[in-house]
């Protein structure tokens, strides 16, 4: 097993490799990298089998292995990902707000690699192959450390993509596996100032602040997603529901899931009952403040943390506010910063709502599951920032590059 610093300095030397790739040959990797993967979907699979024997041996909960587990159609799903990154525009090499000084000098950027970028990530395989495929296809190597419950999936992927890269006379350490899942790894990866250009972390809140708290690289933080969906009292209520069931319960395990439903008092006899009903058909626990529970009747009390939990299970948390001010005020103070939904037809309180919350991705009658790359007409992403620099929402090819100044001169010298 290769150190970290091995590793690091393997990435640096594939970058410079890489950066001399044109679009086609970028393409051509990631075409065949797709065709091993359904290759060899038995092998994956017999690899995944393990993780997910390990993750029940070790009482992990139901919607965490789902994460966790793949079957035919998820590799077939992580294959056409790495196609559709083939055909995505290739930022690399775009040269953007070229001008012409006084002095005659013409000044502008260059779209260009990050160098190296490292990502760690929790139980989810199919994260391995996403982040192979923009890291390559954005001119960067990629060093990956996924968590210790998809340790034999990831192992298999990566192996896979290695070997199709050497196959083709290319620099297989354009992505590598740091197949240590210790936590001393995890610290060590962190520090790989001179190696690492950036570090992306992607999972649950302990993982992102571990990340942000101990890294001496520079960070780009995504994911944690406590997002809410506000009900106001204009909202259309079979519109209202059938947002807050799909918010919450068409995959409850992902970042862009709702966690807590606000809803205004002047519609909550209305509104609260339907949408419980349509909620339990989902098997959604129901976490109340009082006033919520008078409307919901079978439902679980809510406690302070409630507000504040990223759940990802069938778990949704219940307020009623007394006004749109409360409603903005209780997001202000719990959210993280990732998708809010407001369901309105009151004009003004939509656009007041798209002005004042803060968020990465704020919508007017729509559900936050819509936050991601490939929803938005990006085509795949690395995850969805909830900062505000470097780059902030789903991140894609052009989040994962950086820029550098180009100026062309005819003899100009600085008096």
């Not at 030397?13 to 990631?30: D, Q, V």
């Not at 209305?270 to 079978?298: H, M, Q, S, W």
């Given at each position: 097993?290769?150190?970290?610093?091995?590793?690091?300095?393997?990435?640096?030397?594939?970058?410079?490799?890489?950066?001399?790739?044109?679009?086609?040959?970028?393409?051509?990797?990631?075409?065949?990298?797709?065709?091993?993967?359904?290759e060899n979907s038995k092998i994956i699979i017999e690899a995944n089998n393990l993780d997910v024997a390990n993750a029940k041996e070790n009482g992990i909960k139901a919607s965490l292995i789902d994460r966790l587990t793949l079957d035919l159609n998820r590799i077939e799903g992580m294959a056409d990902g790495l196609e559709q990154v083939a055909k995505l525009p290739d930022p690399i090499g775009e040269v953007i707000n070229m001008k012409t000084l006084p002095n005659g000098l013409t000044v502008g950027q260059k779209r260009v690699p990050m160098g190296v970028i490292g990502i760690i990530y929790e139980a989810r395989p199919n994260v391995t192959s996403d982040a192979f495929g923009l890291c390559l296809k954005a001119g960067s190597a990629a060093i990956l450390r996924g968590g210790k419950e998809a340790i034999n999936s990831n192992t298999e992927v990566i192996k896979l993509f290695r070997e199709v890269i050497s196959s083709m006379g290319y620099d297989e350490n354009i992505v590598q596996l740091i197949e240590d899942t210790s936590r001393e790894s995890s610290t060590a990866m962190m520090r790989m100032n001179g190696y690492i250009d950036v570090l992306i972390p992607r999972g649950g809140a302990g993982l992102i602040q571990s990340v942000i708290q101990?890294?001496?690289?520079?960070?780009?933080?995504?994911?944690?997603?406590?997002?809410?969906?506000?009900?106001?009292?204009?909202?259309?209520?079979?519109?209202?529901?059938?947002?807050?069931?799909?918010?919450?319960?068409?995959?409850?395990?992902?970042?862009?899931?709702?966690?807590?439903?606000?809803?205004?008092?002047?519609?909550?006899?209305?509104?609260?009952?339907?949408?419980?009903?349509?909620?339990?058909?989902?098997?959604?626990?129901?976490?109340?403040?009082?006033?919520?529970?008078?409307?919901?009747?079978?439902?679980?009390?809510?406690?302070?943390?409630?507000?504040?939990?990223?759940?990802?299970d069938y778990i949704l948390a219940?307020?009623?506010?007394?006004?749109?001010?409360?409603?903005?005020?209780?997001?202000?103070?719990?959210?993280?910063?990732?998708?809010?939904?407001?369901?309105?037809?009151?004009?003004?309180?939509?656009?007041?709502?798209?002005?004042e919350v803060d968020s990465a991705a704020v919508y007017v009658n729509a559900s936050t599951r819509f936050t991601?790359?490939?929803?938005?007409?990006?085509?795949?992403?690395?995850?969805?920032?909830?900062?505000?620099?470097?780059?902030?929402?789903?991140?894609?090819l052009k989040e994962l590059t950086t820029t550098k100044y180009i100026i062309y001169g005819n003899g100009q010298i600085r008096k």
């Open positions: 097993m290769k150190t970290i610093q091995e590793i690091g300095e393997l990435a640096v030397a594939a970058k410079r490799s890489l950066a001399k790739l044109t679009t086609e040959e970028k393409n051509n990797i990631l075409v065949a990298a797709a065709n091993a993967l359904r101990n890294s001496t690289v520079p960070v780009i933080e995504t994911g944690v997603g406590n997002c809410h969906v506000f009900i106001d009292e204009s909202a259309d209520i079979d519109k209202g529901v059938a947002i807050i069931v799909n918010a919450k319960a068409q995959r409850p395990s992902v970042c862009n899931a709702a966690e807590t439903l606000l809803v205004h008092k002047n519609i909550a006899a209305d509104f609260l009952p339907k949408a419980a009903t349509a909620l339990r058909e989902k098997n959604v626990e129901l976490r109340c403040d009082e006033i919520a529970a008078k409307y919901v009747g079978d439902c679980v009390p809510a406690t302070e943390s409630d507000w504040a939990t990223e759940f990802l219940v307020k009623v506010v007394n006004d749109f001010d409360e409603a903005l005020e209780h997001i202000v103070k719990y959210s993280t910063g990732h998708s809010e939904a407001i369901v309105s037809e009151n004009y003004t309180n939509c656009q007041r709502f798209l002005n991601d790359g490939n929803e938005f007409g990006f085509g795949a992403e690395i995850g969805i920032s909830t900062q505000k620099l470097h780059a902030r929402g789903p991140m894609g």
